[in-house]
């Protein structure tokens, strides 16, 4: 059974750190793009990052770029998320999907399953 499960969420001061995970399985990571997206209240859903099968490209939104690294392990099943330098703005619902195929996406369209989200809160 094909799933993905997001996990590392929670509150930090601005200025701090999380890491998200994305643990999958049913299906070979290696071969798939795997992106991140973020949907904060009254907000439509938006493309944070993205990587490709076999790390092969990675995409980031301008909003996130030099603050946020995406990588993947595909021993453990796993891409995370890594978020440093973290604002108010970057407050969300953080979702992992997977692409259609090895390519990423610029639109949700592009990615058919999609994990249950873990909140981001940035406060202070």
């Known amino acids: 059974q094909l799933q993905l499960v997001e996990s590392g969420g929670g509150l930090v001061q601005p200025g701090g750190s999380l890491r998200l995970s994305c643990a999958t399985s049913g299906f070979v990571l290696d071969f798939y793009a795997i992106g991140w997206f973020r949907q904060a209240p009254g907000k439509e859903r938006e493309g944070v990052s993205c990587?490709?099968?076999?790390?092969?490209?990675?995409t980031y939104a301008d909003s996130v770029k030099g603050r946020f690294t995406i990588s993947r392990d595909n021993a453990k099943n796993t891409v995370y998320l890594q978020m440093n330098s973290l604002k108010p703005e970057d407050t969300a619902v953080y979702y992992c999907?997977?692409?259609?195929?090895?390519?990423?996406?610029?639109?949700?369209?592009?990615?058919?399953?999609w994990g249950q989200g873990t909140q981001v809160t940035v406060s202070s």
């Open positions: 999907a997977r692409a259609k195929d090895w390519l990423c996406s610029n639109s949700p369209a592009g990615f058919g399953s």
């Open positions: 990587i490709g099968g076999r790390g092969s490209h990675t």
